[in-house]
C-alpha cells in the first residue's frame, strides 16, 4: 500500500491533489484524489491540545516543511466515510481545473 504521511507522498508532478487523512483511534487512512491508497496501523491517541500545531510541518521540526501550497484545510469532529472524502475532492477539483 502507498501512505501519506510526514515522510512524503511523492506527489511531484506539480499538479493540484487533494490529500486525506481520517483517524478512528486504531487506524490513520490516506485518501489521494478522492482515491483510497491504504491504511496505517496507529498506536495511542491523537493529541490536538499542544502548542505551535502547524499544518505543513512534521511536529516542531524546523527542518521538514510541506514543499508546496496549501489552498483548502478542512478539519472535522468525526471520521468522514470514503464517499465522502470522494465528494470533497469532486467539489474543489473544477475550482483547481481538473
Not at 68 to 74: E, Q, W, Y
Not at 81 to 96: C, H, M, V
Amino acid at each position: 500500500g502507498r501512505f501519506v504521511g510526514n515522510y512524503g507522498s511523492g506527489l511531484t508532478d506539480g499538479n493540484w491533489h487533494n490529500v486525506g487523512f481520517t483517524f478512528d483511534t486504531s487506524d490513520k487512512k490516506s485518501y489521494i484524489d478522492g482515491d483510497y491508497v491504504g491504511t496505517q496501523p496507529v498506536t495511542g491517541t491523537l493529541t490536538y491540545n499542544f502548542d505551535n500545531r502547524m499544518i505543513g510541518r512534521y511536529g516542531l521540526s524546523t527542518n521538514y516543511y510541506l514543499n508546496g501550497d496549501i489552498a483548502v484545510a478542512k478539519i472535522y469532529n468525526r471520521v468522514l466515510s470514503q464517499p465522502e472524502i470522494t465528494k470533497n475532492f469532486n467539489a474543489l477539483k473544477g475550482r483547481f481545473g481538473l
